[in-house]
């Protein structure tokens, strides 16, 4: 399965609060919200939300990228309104 990949910035979101970002992530039919902030889940309620959570133990794409192996199975086995955290390390 092939995924398309947007980053805030380029929609123009960068300065959108999470609960701001969210909604129109959802609004822009968004189905993930890829992100680093390990306390979304406790932050924004998940029950209803028609797009899931995928928070990522770095985001720095020089270490990322050497692990896409993990992000994958993640954000393919994301249905709305779930969080799932992917481990990776900063080293």
């Known amino acids: 399965m092939g995924h398309t990949v947007v980053e805030a910035a380029d929609s123009g979101w960068e300065r959108l609060t999470n609960g701001e970002l969210l909604k129109a992530a959802e609004r822009a039919g968004f189905d993930i919200l890829l992100t680093n ?43 709305p309104g779930s969080s799932q955290e992917v481990e990776i390390p900063f080293a």
């Open 37 to 79: 902030d390990k306390n979304i889940q406790y932050q924004q309620k998940l029950t209803g939300r028609t797009i899931a959570f995928v928070v990522l133990g770095n985001s720095q794409w020089p270490v990322l990228r050497h692990h896409a192996s993990k992000v994958i199975p993640a954000v393919d086995a994301a249905t």
